[in-house]
């Protein structure tokens, strides 16, 4: 089993910055992408932004230019790095990891971590 602990949510004034991290553990061969997502009430969860194994990123339009992904590989953590933020970006914040949990087998499994508020006020 895979548990991810995210945390750096909180409230913050528009403009400011917050950094999330995710911390993955448990049955871990090797972690594939990860990434972080974010969901609204009523809405679906949309990608914020994604990190290869080979540290290509991938941001959503939104947040180009002001959120930065990366990761530690030796911690099993992934973090985001979130300048000038808008209240438009006020929405809880998953961390999705693709994790291969056995060196004998290459199947990979999907986990999620709990969620953080990240609250930007205006």
């Known amino acids: 089993q895979v548990q991810l602990v995210e945390s750096g949510g909180g409230l913050v004034q528009a403009g400011g910055s917050l950094r999330l991290s995710c911390a993955a553990s448990?049955?871990?061969?090797?972690?594939?992408?990860m990434g972080w997502y974010r969901q609204g009430p009523g809405l679906q969860r949309e990608l914020v932004a994604l990190i290869t194994s080979g540290e290509s990123t991938i941001y959503a339009d939104s947040v180009k230019g002001r959120f930065t992904i990366s990761r530690a590989n030796a911690k099993n953590t992934v973090y985001l790095q979130m300048n000038s933020l808008k209240p438009e970006d006020t929405d809880v914040y998953y961390c999705?990891?693709?994790?291969?949990?056995?060196?004998?087998?290459?199947?990979?499994?999907?986990?999620w971590g709990q969620g953080t508020q990240v609250t930007v006020s205006s």
């Open positions: 999705k990891a693709i994790v291969r949990t056995s060196g004998y087998a290459t199947y990979e499994y999907q986990y």
């Open positions: 448990g049955s871990i061969f090797s972690i594939n992408n």
